[in-house]
């Protein structure tokens, strides 16, 4: 099997197409990556920017270049040695529009009778033979109408939404709401989707349509064009999308191992705290979400800590985290009570049906439903793969039992019945509890909490503020001795906020004092009413800045409603908004606010920049495949998507590149060349000394400034990072701190040769906040 050293993430649409990429490909080759890795490009929803709302799984899409696009970028990979990676969506497919989703068209024109029925995972006895959907406004259907469509058929037009008439239900003249009435399909307010939806969805988008991959004929038309990839040579691995929506995702990779050879393939996988990833599966590990979070917090100031509790009302360090750990409970509980009550309900029925619980008097009890939802709020991790991760069930019924009591009987009869594998109402809430968790935490807590936001990223627990370097190296010896060829990561399209504007954000657990006084100026100055949410915003400010004032409105925006508490998606709160944006525009107009804004912004940028190198390094070198998300090899201060999708400008990342490999030493500036030059030569090191990477051994420093190094030896290539850049400079740089190198080396980022034996770390970091050392070959001394 084809491994890669190094991935470089690109994002496929109809502005940026594989023929696109195919044109980048010598720039990602002289950059060192060794794969590139795609945006899913099965045909997708006209116009989307992300195509994981695939319509079509028999070909790629032609608006990302279609299958010639994809045979002229795999050659161009290949050519220049180069892999290829692509990410796959199996849980579910778009549904916006529907005449373009053939199978979606093809089940509501024929119901139960269609081929495809047995493909999408409807409750048809619940919603009495038709699938619900949610797409009426306050009108009903009185903008209903009875059309012609393109192919002559009839369909039933809401304004722009069309949907087919199934045969022979239209021939006597009736009315197109009596037509309505005889479909296998019924159109519904969308306010009923949150108790009344009667399909599996992604999350709570109910334009995308789960699918049973699980079913032998579904996944092997629904990956028929993807083997085809294998077949032919055109792509060498997977990512593998949500892989924990599905039935059984064990047994979705062994068949997709089958299909591919045995290739290469990364899942989706968020694991929370210590959580491993299941050991049988076929799988190199992970997208990276985990490294990205230990990467975080060895930058993070463990001593801003108390402070920033005790300053925020939190109490001390047990406190603080007993708080998130109710903010949790309640904003979890408010998914499983709301926007995913549907699913609540469906296990209820999927237990009653299978005469799951102990006694038939529970059948269609409230309290059942009730004991479900907490159960799915209590759940610690993501999901359980049954009979695997049982005991993750059990920890989730003790902490039920303790936060409902008053449901001892119904949370004991239903954990038992949940506890089996072959029951459907197990298996449904195994799908369920990740989308709980996701909605209820990183969709909604993440915006409340706000006491260091750079730690609120996917993947990652906000309670835990910062780890020391030991526990970075012990970490780094689990994942060698578990998923050694596992991805690493700082920016993805999923990230709250992008690698740089973490790093600026993390110096501020440096300075907790003046990021505070900043914050009570900025609340005088620029109020917005919601003590929670302004700490988050001004942090994301003074993480970006600068930032466009049109780019931090709509984060502004789409972060409020996220967090739900001060307005919302479905019921917006018009004053607060006002508040809001007037704030965001003080940034840019108030002389006071833009003062504040402008002058810690600039007083944390240089330790930012050194924290951004230090991750970049730190990322490309630890263990894992190392990946490039598009862009981030200069400064970028991307927030949450589709900010993050935004054009990247290759043409000025070529010209830099070249100004470097002239032998010009960048300094850390503006430009960002400092981080395209460690990115270059890390990559480069990988590429071309792959055996300079089997290994990891910590390196220890020794002196005065000792706890702001954090260095490893990957077995010939040794990597040396700045921590705490701010403290560093406060206390008068390095002093006597010193490191012993083992061997004669080069520092690959500014050439200087560094002899065996105890060196300065001022001497090491003269120039960078960072070195990257490599053992002396001849290829290297040149």
């Not at 048809?124 to 009108?139: A, Q």
């Not at 109910?206 to 699918?211: I, K, N, P, S």
């Not at 299909?259 to 929370?272: M, S």
């Not at 701190?737 to 080069?746: A, F, G, K, L």
């Amino acid at each position: 099997m084809r491994e890669p050293l190094s991935t470089y993430r690109l994002q496929i649409s109809s502005s940026f197409t594989l023929d696109a990429a195919a044109e980048l490909i010598d720039y990602l080759a002289d950059l060192g990556a060794d794969w590139v890795y795609l945006s899913p490009i099965l045909e997708a929803e006209p116009g989307s920017n992300h195509g994981y709302d695939v319509i079509d799984h028999s070909r790629v899409d032609p608006e990302r270049g279609g299958p010639d696009g994809l045979e002229r970028l795999s050659e161009a990979a290949h050519a220049r040695g180069l892999g290829v990676l692509v990410d796959i969506v199996p849980n579910h497919v778009g549904v916006a529009t529907a005449p373009l989703s053939v199978w979606w068209w093809e089940l509501l024109t024929h119901g139960r009778d269609s081929r495809h029925a047995e493909a999408f995972d409807v409750d048809w006895e619940f919603g009495h033979g038709k699938v619900r959907l949610p797409v009426l406004g306050d009108d009903s259907l009185d903008a209903l109408e009875l059309a012609t469509g393109p192919d002559g058929a009839k369909e039933l037009h809401y304004y722009d939404n069309r949907f087919p008439v199934a045969p022979g239900t239209a021939d006597d003249g009736a009315d197109a709401i009596t037509v309505h009435s005889r479909q296998h399909y019924e159109l519904m307010n969308w306010r009923r989707a949150d108790s009344e939806l009667n399909y599996r969805r992604f999350f709570a988008v109910t334009t995308l349509a789960g699918v049973k991959v699980e079913v032998p004929w579904v996944f092997q038309e629904s990956h028929a064009e993807i083997g085809r990839w294998f077949a032919d040579g055109l792509a060498d691995g997977l990512r593998v999308d949500h892989p924990d929506g599905l039935a059984d995702p064990e047994d979705y990779l062994e068949h997709l191992a089958e299909l591919t050879g045995g290739a290469y393939v990364l899942v989706e996988k968020i694991l929370e705290g210590r959580e491993k990833l299941p050991p049988t599966w076929k799988t190199a590990g992970t997208t990276g979400y985990d490294a990205l979070g230990d990467i975080d917090r060895v930058l993070v100031d463990a001593s801003g800590e108390q402070f920033l509790n005790v300053a925020l009302g939190l109490g001390d360090g047990e406190s603080a985290h007993d708080s998130w750990t109710t903010l949790i409970h309640d904003t979890k509980r408010g998914i499983a009570d709301g926007i995913l009550r549907s699913e609540v309900l469906r296990i209820q029925r999927d237990l009653d049906r299978e005469d799951a619980l102990a006694d038939a008097a529970w059948r269609g009890s409230p309290a059942i439903a009730d004991a479900i939802a907490e159960l799915l709020t209590c759940f610690p991790v993501y999901r359980s793969y049954l009979p695997s991760g049982v005991e993750k069930l059990e920890e989730a019924h003790r902490a039920a039992l303790a936060a409902r009591p008053d449901l001892t009987a119904e949370l004991d009869v239903v954990t038992a019945a949940l506890s089996h594998p072959s029951n459907a109402g197990a298996i449904r809430f195994q799908q369920t509890s990740g989308m709980v968790m996701a909605k209820g935490v990183e969709d909604t807590a993440f915006y409340r909490w706000n006491r260091l936001v750079s730690l609120n990223e996917v993947g990652g627990e906000p309670a835990e503020f910062a780890i020391d370097a030991g526990e970075f190296h012990a970490r780094q010896w689990q994942r060698m001795a578990s998923f050694p060829r596992t991805m690493t990561t700082l920016s993805t399209h999923d990230t709250k906020r992008g690698e740089d504007v973490r790093a600026r954000i993390d110096v501020l657990s440096e300075l907790p004092h003046t990021w505070l006084e900043t914050l009570e100026g900025l609340r005088e100055s620029a109020p917005i009413g919601d003590e929670a949410f302004d700490s988050l915003l001004w942090q994301t400010a003074i993480g970006a800045w600068p930032i466009e004032r049109e780019r931090l409105h709509a984060y502004a925006e789409k972060a409020s409603r996220e967090a739900g508490a001060s307005t919302t998606w479905n019921a917006p709160d018009e004053q607060f908004e006002e508040a809001l944006h007037a704030a965001v525009d003080a940034a840019y107009d108030d002389p006071r606010t833009h003062e504040l804004v402008e002058a810690l912004a600039t007083r944390i940028r240089p330790a930012g920049w050194s924290n951004s190198l230090a991750a970049k390094l730190i990322q490309l070198t630890m263990v894992g495949v190392p990946d490039v998300y598009q862009g981030t090899e200069l400064w970028d201060n991307s927030l949450v998507d589709p900010d993050n999708r935004r054009p990247v400008d290759f043409d000025e990342r070529r010209r830099l590149l070249e100004i470097l490999d002239t032998g010009e030493l960048p300094s850390v500036d503006e430009t960002g060349a400092a981080k395209l030059l460690v990115t270059s030569r890390a990559l480069r090191l990988r590429h071309e000394h792959p055996e300079f990477f089997t290994g990891y051994t910590p390196v220890e420093a020794h002196g005065d400034a000792a706890s702001h190094v954090i260095a490893f030896d990957r077995g010939g290539a040794i990597t040396i990072a700045t921590r705490l850049p701010w403290s560093l400079a406060q206390a008068e740089g390095w002093g006597s701190t010193q490191i012993t190198i083992e061997r004669d080396s080069v520092d690959v980022l500014t050439g200087r040769r560094i002899e065996a034996g105890p060196v300065a770390v001022s001497e090491l970091l003269a120039d960078l906040p960072v070195a990257l050392l490599a053992a002396v070959r001849e290829d290297l001394s040149e």
